[in-house]
């Protein structure tokens, strides 16, 4: 039976571009599908004079298609200012792969998120958000649904494991209902702390465990 992946799909998947980590990466982001649970990880080395993407590499937890629009965005990304790699599109990605089956167009898709929300947390770290939105239980909500609960794949808010957000003087409490020697709590702690510790007007981030 043929596989369901066009030749470049089949080769991006056996010989990924710019696979791993970057210990001392200038940025990075972890996004999450919970659609089929496929994350991907992606790390940024940016020029501070130029802004220009100087490296890139991506981390991958997920199925063939996931893995190769990691390794095409990648590579898309590379060499590229940050403006112009916030304009790289799915639709850009999938062509760039010959296609995708339709059941797997949402594996461009969260490559695409994870490379605009590395973009996102360089520009936060560096004062580079032009329009400030202010941090507010609201818009912490919408960040902790881009956190995982590894345990089934789903954000820790759709999973309910988020008891309490408050934001009071650019101090941001969230208490999960979690205990704290849960294997996963230090994870999740870190994730919290890397998507809203860098926001303009967030002086700390408090996790608390409480299950």
């Given at each position: ?155 820790i808010v759709r999973t309910k494991l988020v008891k309490e957000i408050e934001v009071q003087d650019g ?41």
């Amino acid at each position: 039976m043929p596989l369901p992946y066009s030749e470049i799909v089949m080769e991006h998947f056996r010989n990924p571009r710019n696979v791993g980590r970057i210990e001392d990466a200038d940025a990075k982001a972890i996004e999450g599908s919970p659609a089929c649970g496929d994350m991907v990880a992606v790390y940024l080395k940016v020029d501070p004079q130029t802004h220009v993407i100087t490296d890139i590499k991506f981390e991958s937890y997920g199925c063939a298609s996931n893995i190769a629009t990691g390794s095409i965005i990648t590579e898309l990304a590379k060499g590229k200012t940050l403006e112009e790699a916030k304009q790289i599109t799915w639709d850009e990605a999938s062509k760039a792969l010959g296609g995708l089956p339709p059941v797997k167009v949402h594996c461009s898709v969260l490559a695409v998120d994870g490379l605009r929300a590395a973009i996102q947390n360089y520009e936060e770290r560096h004062g580079l958000v032009k329009e400030q939105e202010p941090t507010t239980v609201e818009f912490v909500r919408k960040r902790l649904k881009h956190v995982m609960n590894p345990v089934v794949g789903l954000d820790i808010v759709r999973t309910k494991l988020v008891k309490e957000i408050e934001v009071q003087d650019g101090v941001v409490r969230v208490v999960l209902d979690l205990p704290p020697d849960h294997m996963f709590a230090p994870a999740m702690r870190e994730d919290i702390e890397e998507k809203l510790g860098h926001r303009w007007d967030v002086k700390q981030v408090i996790v608390e465990f409480a299950g």
